[in-house]
């Protein structure tokens, strides 16, 4: 296995990895970018092409090409080993069949039962039908293979049958979520039905999970989509209808359009509008923003965005402007989606892309059309829809410029807003604030380790700063003496950089991270202001360390006083005699 990674690390340069899904900029030797880990607003992420390693001195993720892997898509080592060998065009032995994980048979279900509906779309008599009222929809043969559209027969056990001759047991169908066990316990039944599907996609293309729309003239009652539920590999609140093929586009264009359905999104990538994914029913999440920000901070939202609006509808788009996006509104016809106007006009639906507004300015307007701002009951309600949007404008400069124009309109005192927005912003918000939606990557770390770390950095960035074999000796000598007040890894490295052994494996990673960061952080500081922080930092690990150390001997000589042991007495009074000489 180590043979293997480390070929595919030969093979790719993780500058070009990690550019596939950031915008890098090159500074000095390394690169720098916003970390797509946590929110921030000035970049504190670095990938160096030398150590083949990132960094990100905000939030502390770090690591090599496969970990940068395994966080940014969500995955395990063996799921993003997978990945890196795709790229490199390195091949993987196929593991044996029993050692396949319960997600690779769910991956393998997902994909067999694509195929089935695929094969029923195209080989039956009810598929015909269906393929005419797609064609009739506006889509092209080449866009219903492109995104693997197919039918579910009316059959009650069609697919269910079908997986279960090709060698999958029932529970691991059950878990795909593509059959329904009945309450009763009797034999389960295909979840799709007399169904048009539409299988879901994640970043990489893998089928995980599918949405069924109703077949042309089904009976009224029966829900127009019905989706997959949540399995071990797909959420509805995390998975984005068409990412997988529009990432590259959204990053081109540096936006995104958000639409709802699976209509809209096809029909849009007909017309050359690549840059669209949709919700599928699900308001915009923590989750969808978090992996659209990994490519672009810009949104259209081109659904119904009705003045009363669905609350979770809100709820997304006021994160998105806390998550700092710059969102905009696309006006569509009265009762029209965008697959409507694509196939009625599709340079219409370009036109309205184009003529999108920010979403204070669009708010702005459908709020003077609906209320009366003559009148004080319309002039409250104005401000009290539109506020909580100026509020949480990012730029001061626009935000003021909003405030100003909104006071004219009302005709009220500009004061009279400002304090209005001020008491809004004074409320607990429902949902959480931007720095406790990021991922938490790093654990919490201590006084000590911090200050353990900091000697490390500062003897590393002294000997890459150059210094004479005096006062080097001088340095060594001071971390051997803190020798018993280090733990962990910093201590296997503390004995390593003393004795000038080999660094072990398992820590080169986490060597080349502290390289880095005496790169970075370390390029503009002097030698003697590390010299001073380097000996700042031993007394002070040393008094806490010691501090610690002399309270649990007291508490210990406590205890063997009160049980008359004098031979342990004996032992804690030397050590604490010990410990206070250092």
């Known amino acids: 296995m180590d043979s293997l990674v480390d070929e595919i690390k030969e093979r790719l340069d993780i500058v070009e990895v990690v550019s596939g899904y950031l915008s890098l900029k090159k500074v000095g030797s390394n690169y720098r970018a916003l970390c797509p880990f946590h929110s921030e607003k000035n970049p504190s992420f670095y990938v160096s092409p030398t150590r083949q390693i990132f960094k990100c001195f905000g939030c502390g993720a770090a690591g090599d ?14 799921e993003a080993l997978k990945i890196l060998a795709q790229k490199a065009g390195v091949k993987l032995k196929p593991e044996p069949k029993g050692a396949r994980s319960e997600r690779e048979k769910i991956f393998e279900i997902c994909e067999l039962a694509c195929r089935f509906f695929i094969k029923q779309l195209k080989k ?84 995980v999970g599918f949405g069924g729309r109703v077949r042309p003239g089904a009976k009224e009652e029966e829900a127009k989509y019905i989706n997959t539920p949540n399995t071990p590999v797909y959420d509805k609140s995390k998975i984005l209808y068409g990412l997988n093929n529009a990432k590259v586009a959204i990053r081109k264009e540096n936006f995104a359009i958000i639409v709802e359905g699976y209509f809209d999104v096809i029909l849009s990538f007909q017309v050359g509008a690549e840059n669209v994914v949709a919700t599928s029913g699900s308001a915009l999440t923590e989750h969808h923003l978090k992996v659209l920000s990994r490519y ?83 002039k409250k309600e104005i401000a009290r829809n539109l506020l909580p949007y100026i509020g949480r404008i990012q730029d001061k400069v626009e935000q003021s410029g909003w405030m100003r124009k909104l006071a004219r309109e009302l005709d009220v005192k500009e004061e009279a807003l400002w304090g209005e927005l001020q008491k809004l912003s004074l409320k607990k918000e429902k949902f959480q604030k931007t720095e406790e939606i990021s991922i938490s990557i790093s654990k919490k770390t201590s006084p000590e380790e911090l200050i353990e770390t900091r000697i490390l950095l500062a003897f590393l960035g002294l000997k890459e700063k150059g210094i004479s074999r005096e ?49 970075i952080k370390f390029a503009q500081v002097d030698k003697e202001n590390l010299l001073e922080d380097f000996y700042f930092c031993v007394k002070r690990l040393q008094k806490i360390k010691r501090e610690k150390l002399i309270q649990r001997l007291t508490s210990e000589i406590k205890t063997a006083e009160k049980v008359g042991d004098k031979e342990k007495l004996k032992e804690l009074l030397k050590k604490l005699k010990e410990i206070k000489k250092l």
């Open 124 to 207: 039956t008599k009810k598929g015909e039908a269906i393929l005419k009222y797609l064609l009739g929809r506006g889509l092209t043969q080449e866009s219903i293979e492109k995104w693997r559209i197919g039918y579910a027969p009316e059959t009650w056990r069609g697919l269910y049958d079908f997986l279960i001759e090709e060698g999958y047991k029932k529970e691991e169908i059950i878990k795909s979520g593509l059959v329904v066990m009945p309450e009763d316990g009797s034999r389960p039944y295909d979840r799709f039905r007399g169904r048009i599907i539409f299988p879901i996609f994640d970043i990489q293309g893998r089928v």
């Open 471 to 519: 006062e080097e000796e001088k340095l060594v000598q001071n971390l051997k003496e803190i020798a018993p007040f280090f733990g962990s890894e910093r201590e296997t490295l503390r004995e390593c950089l003393v004795s000038q052994k080999k660094i072990p494996k398992d820590l080169e990673s986490y060597y080349q991270e502290l390289l880095l960061e005496v790169e």
């Open 296 to 378: 672009t901070k810009n949104l259209i939202l081109a659904f119904d965005m009705d003045i009363g609006g669905e609350e979770a509808t809100k709820r997304g788009i006021d994160l998105a402007q806390m998550l700092g996006f710059n969102i905009k509104i696309a006006f569509l016809p009265e009762g029209k989606d965008p697959a409507d106007v694509v196939k009625e006009n599709p340079t219409k639906w370009l036109e309205i892309l184009k003529a999108s507004k920010e979403i204070v300015h669009f708010y702005f307007e459908k709020l003077l059309e609906k209320f009366d701002k003559n009148t004080l009951n319309g």
């Open 65 to 78: 090409v496969f970990k940068f892997i395994m966080l940014i898509e969500g995955v395990e080592f063996k």
